[in-house]
């Protein structure tokens, strides 16, 4: 990672969380009150050169979600919990990453890190994504952002997901990677706070925004 884009990252990533931890507490006290469980998620993921390191969410599913479903997670998913819905709708259970990011382990705009399931999966073209630090966003989640829904709606996610949502991610990914620069990044973290908006005032005016 070269020095402008980790200045970028850690000014950024440090100044979120400044401005940000009123609504950490808000997030932690909400989950906490919905069922007494643990506030964090944490997970294990390939990072660069697919070195595994311990990725940070809000927790949005029910405590023992891994026992009772798959590693994929799709928008009706019955593990998911009352408050973990609106955060997964708005993207806010990715906020903790801002510390994975200030750690060294991820940028803000990077291939979002994989599962060693999957990664294991990988052609020789596909692992060149693992030459990438990955990121808390990126044009490919844009791109993808009703993924759970395309998931709920499959007879077979998982090969859905193994067979085309995830190659075509990693296409985006490598494309973006030959001309990414400070300056792009910015574009990306800009294009997904809009299309979160976005996506907030159809949820709350569909007629306004069929018409």
Excluded at 57 to 72: E, H, Q, Y
């Amino acid at each position: 990672m070269n020095r402008a884009k980790r200045t970028f990252d850690i000014s950024l990533s440090v100044g979120g969380l400044l401005l940000l931890w009123p609504l950490f507490l808000l997030i932690a006290l909400l989950i906490k009150a919905e069922d007494g469980g643990p506030v964090f998620f944490s997970q294990k993921r390939a990072g660069l050169g697919g070195i595994p390191f311990t990725i940070w969410k809000f927790r949005t599913m029910v405590p023992n979600a891994k026992s009772l479903g798959p590693d994929l997670t799709s928008s009706d998913d019955h593990r998911i919990t009352r408050v973990g819905a609106r955060l997964r709708d708005r993207k806010l259970d990715e906020l903790p990453q801002l510390l994975n990011v200030i750690l060294g382990e991820m940028t803000l705009v990077g291939p979002r890190p994989e599962v060693s399931k999957y990664v294991a999966m990988y052609t020789p073209e596909q692992r060149k994504v693992l030459e990438l630090v990955p990121g808390v966003t990126d044009r490919a989640s844009i791109m993808f952002a009703d993924e759970g829904v395309s998931l709920a709606a499959a007879t077979e996610p998982e090969r859905l997901y193994v067979e085309r949502i995830m190659p075509e991610k990693i296409r985006v990914n490598l494309e973006y990677a030959r001309s990414a620069t400070v300056l792009n990044d910015l574009r990306v973290i800009v294009e997904t706070v809009r299309h979160l908006v976005r996506r907030r005032r159809s949820e709350t005016n569909p007629a306004t925004i069929a018409g």
